[in-house]
């Protein structure tokens, strides 16, 4: 049985709640070799360390701000760390926390996650940035409502590690600020639409969830040791309680390509203009409206208003499609949000539920917005995209499973009529066969019309993958 009921105070701010932001920097490092030295000032950084329960706090700061229409915002920052396998082992950690992606690290897995890199013949090297491909021990991430705010705690990190001095105890390896979108974009990935709306909410935590499909989840889906963990509870190293897994990856999104791509593939439908098709292509990818409305509640035209209310954009089932399996009339098999949440399509379809599948996004978007010369040219000219982390209690189940099972798979959510729905278009890829991102669906009055797609609009550039400890086990066990 699970030890006890959980404690906010415990976990670390973003697995759960997310800390709020307008602004992360991201600081990846590795250790020095003299370990013990860092791990005696990781006890000065703990207190720093943001919890489940003062992210709780902050919010309703902001909620209250907000209330009382001052000018401005509340100055607030978080901050959060994770280690890789390789920064556990450098701290001579070498408990086996039980699961084998991380134990691996990113980089032995970016050939099964389909990444791109040289494959015929010679060994694969992922199209990666440098930092990446060697290791990354772990990492600090810093948010709030600015930049100044930011950069306040970024040195506090640097004097406890003494970074700059001959005696450092942390090298960054690499930096990446990301930063919410600005005006009317915030809270739209780059391709604009909005993002972070559905996350599965956690039983013992979230009280008062939205109306949302499925349910909730066993605390295990997330955090170690708790029930639902596939893990026995109990088997996992004591002081991994609590802890999550989270995948980083760097991933840059083609934006004036990918709007290129509209422009020119308009769903032809009675009534629409070609704009208005290029629009509903898009939605069709993603299985969303810009506005965040869901293509299974909003199948042939926007409604804003359903988009930014939380009480009603998630609770949909694809139940109205999945009665009749070979319909994608409102959201395509493909589409973005159905390929990595099917819902009730497999319950429907098999009776297999996809609550271990679950995972908690907590992203944020980096780069600058489109200047009018990449717009006139349309063609990337600075780099942008999404700063991903999810969290999951076992990345197989969570994001390597999504990527690789799901998104990359055409065979996925197959069925009587529809054998081979194709590759999710915003993330599925093949390192071995190009032809393959395709589908089938984006034209619901030609369900069964091929779209190809020219190239990829996602190109991931690295990550890795990190365990983010509880608060009493880096107190307790991580810091000495
Ligand atoms: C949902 C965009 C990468 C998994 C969404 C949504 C958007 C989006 C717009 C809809 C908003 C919402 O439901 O919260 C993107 C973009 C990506 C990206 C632009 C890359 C640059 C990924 C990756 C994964 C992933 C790498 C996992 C392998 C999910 C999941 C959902 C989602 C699980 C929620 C689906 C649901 O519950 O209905 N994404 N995403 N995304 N995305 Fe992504």
Redesign the pocket.
Same mark, same amino acid.
């Given at each position: 049985a699970t030890p006890s009921p959980i404690d906010p105070q415990n976990i670390q701010g973003d697995i759960l709640s997310g800390l709020p932001k307008k602004t992360e920097t991201y600081i990846f490092f590795q250790i020095s070799d003299d370990v013990s030295a860092f791990r005696s000032q990781l006890t000065h950084l703990v207190p720093l360390v943001t919890s489940t329960a003062q992210v709780l706090k902050d919010r309703d700061a902001i909620a209250n701000h907000k209330q009382s229409k001052k000018p401005g915002l509340v100055e607030i920052s978080g901050l959060n760390i994770a280690f890789s396998q390789s920064g556990l082992t450098k701290m001579g950690l070498t408990d086996d926390v039980q699961d084998a992606g991380f134990k691996a690290g990113m980089l032995a897995d970016a050939q099964a996650l389909g990444d791109a890199g040289t494959t015929a013949n010679s060994k694969f090297d992922p199209n990666w940035v440098p930092a990446f491909k060697n290791p990354v021990h772990g990492v600090i991430f810093l948010s709030g409502d600015c930049h100044a705010t930011v950069s306040k705690r970024v040195r506090q990190v640097e004097q406890i590690f003494k970074v700059g001095a001959h005696d450092a105890t942390i090298h960054e390896v690499l930096r990446i600020v990301g930063d919410v979108r600005p005006d009317k974009e915030s809270g739209h990935?780059? /391709?604009g /639409?909005?993002? $972070? #709306? =559905?996350?599965p909410s956690v039983q013992g935590f979230d009280s008062a969830p939205p109306p949302g499909a499925p349910a909730q989840v066993q605390p295990g889906v997330i955090l170690l040791g708790r029930d639902g963990d596939s893990v026995p509870v109990g088997s996992r190293p004591s002081w991994t309680l609590d802890g999550s897994f989270l995948a980083f @990856?760097y991933?840059f999104?083609l934006v004036p390509e990918f709007n290129e791509f509209l422009e020119k593939n308009p769903v032809q439908l009675p009534g629409l203009t070609p704009k208005e098709g290029s629009e509903f292509l898009g939605a069709r990818l993603?299985g @969303?409206w810009k506005s $965040?409305a869901p293509l299974d509640l909003a199948p042939l035209k926007d409604d804003p208003a359903l988009g930014a209310d939380s009480q009603r954009n998630n609770s949909f089932n694809y139940t109205a499609d999945s009665t009749d399996f070979t319909s994608q009339t409102r959201c395509p098999f493909a589409a973005?949000?159905r390929k990595?949440?099917p819902?009730n399509d497999l319950k429907q379809a098999f009776g297999a539920d996809v609550a271990k599948n679950r #995972?908690i @996004?907590r992203g944020v978007q980096f780069g600058p917005e489109l200047t009018e010369l990449e717009k006139k040219e349309k063609k990337t000219q600075n780099g942008r $995209?999404?700063l /991903?982390v =999810?969290y999951q209690s076992t990345l197989a189940n969570g /994001?390597q499973f999504?990527?690789k099972s799901w998104?990359n798979q055409e065979t996925f959510l197959g069925r009587a009529g529809v054998t081979k729905p194709g590759l999710d278009p #915003?993330?599925g890829q093949s390192n071995t066969d190009p032809t393959l991102r395709e589908m089938v669906g984006s034209d619901p009055d030609h369900p069964t019309n091929q779209l190809k797609f020219p190239q990829e609009w996602?190109v991931p550039r690295g990550g890795e993958y990190f365990f983010s400890p509880s608060i009493p086990a880096l107190r307790d066990t991580i810091a000495e």
């Open positions: 990935e780059h /391709f /639409f909005l993002d $972070g #709306i =559905s996350n @990856r991933l999104q993603v @969303r $965040g973005h949000v990595t949440n819902r #995972i @996004r $995209g999404l /991903f =999810s /994001f999504l990527q998104a #915003i993330i996602v």
